[in-house]
């Protein structure tokens, strides 16, 4: 199932890039704020656990019986395991980041004792003695997330946000999917992501659908 995702995953940067209408290449497809690039992927996500987007293609490879119903519902709930672990997980490395990044390092003196002071106001367990976050945080020292591992968190909130429009018109819906191709996609880089994003929404994200589809809050 991961390679599932995977799949709509990068497909959707693919068609950030092949939607593209722009003129300049430094404002073309992926070529977004750092904070927007993830959306376009991350949406496409979510059709993996809707029946009526697995019934296309997820059958048996010798009896083409559709993936049961039952197997879907399940796949579902495993996708909520320890969700709220993982979210403050996430929050506490995005705070750890920023915390680095604004910060003089010349008055950190030490490592651990500021990895520790930051880390207490997400702490769930227990920390293993000797062991440290920031010296494996190879994200934000080496992989060009420094001051934005938050994006990903964040490209979540989006996401989920995005793809509650589609639940509520269709999974397939013809406008709704028009409007993120002209919005979201074709647009790349050439409007703020706000202003994107308001205009295919009608109006500013909101945390309330990550929080739903994490099973951290019920659905109304």
Known sequence: FNEVTTLFHEFGHALHGMLANSKYESLSGTSVFWDFVELPSQIFENWCYEKECLDLFAKHYETGEKIPEDLIERIKKASN???????VRQISFGLLDMAYHSQD?????????FEKEVMKKTELLPSVPNTLMSTAFSHIFQGGY????????????????????????????EE????????????????????????????????????RRAGLVKKQ
Request: glycine share 8%.
């Open 81 to 87: 395991y320890l969700q709220g672990y993982q979210t």
């Open 105 to 113: 390092p010349s008055q950190i003196e030490d490592i651990f004792d």
């Open 146 to 173: 420094s001051s934005g591992y938050y994006s990903y968190k964040w490209a979540e909130v989006l996401d989920a946000d995005a793809f509650e429009l589609f639940q509520e018109k269709g999974v397939f819906d």
């Open 176 to 211: 709704t999917a028009k409007s993120f191709q002209k919005n979201i996609l074709a647009a790349g880089g050439t409007e703020h992501p706000s202003i994107l994003y308001k205009r295919f929404r009608g109006r500013d994200p909101q945390p309330d659908a990550l929080m």
